[in-house]
């Protein structure tokens, strides 16, 4: 047995949509089996009395409210009655309008939502994140790549296209970065400051950075690249970019750069990148034996902690002397092994090819001793010419004849050598030596095309080691040398120093400047992945959007195969 | 091939298609291919044996209203017997809501695409309550319906041809500003319809009587325009239609058991179909989701041509409809921006800041993102002639599109 009441407000007026919404209200509240809510007019009566929901006696026109309740029972009814202006104003409430919280689904729909936005942080499943870097490339935005898994070779060609478009990929795998002040995936909480970083390890960066906060200064920008950009293959072209905003960057005075072991090569590189910066640069590649301590503007750390401390503490007084750099390469003739090592290891990181009688490495190895190529660093002292002969010490004539023939190889722009004075070694080196100099110099110059200046011809530079009680007079055996235009060191690491300023090695390819004023914005990002990302850019005060992402075709490989060969045919 | 170079061909086409209201007239005298024993109906091309309740009940009260038959059995009868001709109103330039069943004899707008040119056509609005559009046909139904034909019709005619016609293009997109989405809402609309043909009625009908019931009818039903806004979407769409290479979707439309859409790079009468869903959303006071009936009608071509649904931020009045707020209203036309290849440079809403409505439904889009379009709708009853039971939301099945994509891969070589 059911009940029905009924209750009519005269001359209110409800749209049908809010009345439809409040009858549905009614129907879900307990032991209520129908109800019925509309505007008194005649077709709603009509409507009312087909569904039984009509009272006989009920007087209502069109103006007036009708609120109709069948129930289980007197209780039931009466009590959902009483509740209609409770679920009227429940709608109200739950009306207050916030448009900004609307997730977007692609990523092409999140940049129109925040037009603003110039990174994309992008934390998909690995198979998926190239193709999504590759849109936000398109789109123009900078990307920080969490994701790991990404294939080499999609690396290789993500970062060139980002390269031609003055965009960065941090990444893959790419867990630091810290831009204008906003911490991107892992991050810590670091003030702002005049140190920028260049990162290929995420941890290596966050500890730097921290202990660059907690010795009192702060981060201009951290750049992270992904731990595979140093290797040959990728070539550092993120660093590279990196290196080369912070140069430009007026608000990063020391740079820091931090990797895990390089390749070589790449290293060689990126020195001779951080040495074109013209500004201070901590260099820590872990693992990797630094060339020196300091070359020029450049220092060398020991560890994570030291590479914060010298960029925070370092003594930068520089006084670098950019006279025009030599292109051709460096021979150098030495007598003493140790020396020619030192020097060699010391240059390798800036010089490449590098080779050596005397080797680190075995692919440094000059094949023929008395046939030098591209830079090459002789120890005349070595066995091999020791057969029949007097120490190089001793003898100058087999140093002489090498000198003569390096002289002759038009490649060649300078020339270093050691003496090295004290008891037992030849009484007046810089006597026999200076000769052969002044010779050499006269036959280059008359040779050379007249256009070309004396310091793009030959450059003598030389080590003396010795001390003023030494029978041989080391301030006039200098002198001499320096008479005849011989640029002396009284150390290895000095003159290395001094080789590594001298040559451009940067043979680096055409590199579009990213736009500094997109890393000075404040930051706006787009979140396609983890969601922690999104609220950790939010908690930070950055704008950002997250995209609900989902994998193309909702994984339907079929669908998501055709759809890849659509935009390739698109770009065709 | 480039599809999206083909895609902003057929975009443009859609969007620079300008519809005018030209005038009415009978549908055998103006609709390609119209003639005496063929019924035209909304959705894909369906057989009598499959069709639902609701559009069986509207062809049989089209053909008591033809003549054709003299009672329903007889009607039955003759269409179970094929004596009768069924196609798909897509086919002959033409639209109508719910069953949108248009027979010979029938009234029909006409509207022009004055930029290219095609013509488009839809049945009139019976408006509210039994209506042959929901599959009813009784007595009362086929007055109302002759009324239209006679009175209404031709008070109709005589004021367009009386005019230059109506800028449907210009209308829809004033009505966006006044809280219309153009499908479900067609209250300003239709205001603005009654404004711009009561002056023209009061000049062309000579009766005092005859015009005041005729300005009454287009004023009391909120859905008078309804059909030749749709009718301004066709013209719309088949612009847009035919272009080579383009993946933009032209028509969507159901039939009461089945969902079809149209891409612009397919064939003219390739359709893609899958069972057509039962929407959601509210009901009429006695009424609930069982008493549905599957989507029908070609008022879709509202959200194909971008409002309706797609316009749901500038009418949050209505998004209650489905128990929304107006940040839902906001969600929903967000939403269709990521399935859609453009912006309309006509249709724009003030909510989002004058942004144009979503516009051109690419189907690459719809299955990367497994986002089907959103659809408002009003709901049938499953029952012929019961009518209107509420209304909601409705979306078609993905599938439809995956297919149109892999027909369309295969047509193009990909």
Redesign the interface.
Known sequence: MTVVKWEVRAGTYY?S??L??L??GLLGLPGVA?????MATP??KD??A????LPENVNANSDDLLIVVKAENDQSANDAIGQVDELLLR?KS??S???F??R???LS?AV??LPEANWVLVSVPGRYAAGVAREALDLGKHVFLYSDNVSLEDEISLKKTAREKGLLVMGPDCGTAIINGIGLGFANRVRRGSIGVVGASGTGTQAVTAHIHNLGAGISHAIGTGGRDLKSDVGAITAHQALDALARDDETKVIVLISKPPSPDVATGLIAAAQGTGKPVVIYFIGYPPPARKIGNLQFAISLSEAAELAVNGNWELVIERKLPITNYLRGLFSGGTLAYETLLGLQASLSPIYSNAPITTNQLLEDPLRSRAHTIIDLGDEFFMVGRLHPMIDNDLRIRRMKQEAADSEVGMILFDVVLGEGSHPDPAGELVPVIREIREKRLETREPALSRVEGLEFVAVVIGTDDDPQNLQAQIDQLREAGVVVFRTATEAVEYVSLRFVTSKQSYLTPVNLDQLKQPLAAINVGLESFYDSLLSQGAQAVHVEW?P???G?EK??A??A??KS??E? | ????NANTTAVNRLMEARPILKGVATARDVIPGMKDNLFLHAGPPIEWARMSGPLRGAIIGAMLFEGIAKSEAEAASMAERGEVEFDSCHHHGAVGPMAGVTSASMKVYVVENAEHGNKSFSNLNEG??KVLRYGAYSEDVLKRLRWMNDVLGVALADALAASNGIDMRALIAEALHMGDEGHNRNKAGSLLFLKLLAPLIAKVVKDDAVESEVLQFIGDNALSVLNPVMAACKAMTDAAHGVEGS?IVTTMARNGTDFGIRVSGLGEKQWFTAPAEIPVG??????SQADANPDIGDSAITETAGIGGFAMATAP??V??V?G???DA??AT??M??ITFAESKFFTMP?LDFRGTPTGIDI??V?????TPRINTGIAHKNAGVGQV?AGLVRPPLKIF?DA??AF?EKYQ?
């Open positions: 749209d949509v809010v439809m919404q009858q549905r129908d109800a019925g809510v509309a077709a709603n409507l009312l087909a569904n039984h929901l709608r739950s009306n309008p916030n448009f919280d609307f977007p689904r692609s729909a129109k939502q989902k193309p075709a909702s339907n669908m998501a055709l759809l060969k659509m045919k698109k065709n | 091939m480039d599809i999206d509210y309550g993946t509210l009901f009429f006071s006695g009424f009045a209505i209650t409809f128990g707020t107006p940040k906001m969600n967000l939403e921006y990521e909510s690459r889009k299955v990367e993102l497994g986002i509420g995956e994509l892999v891969a990909l």
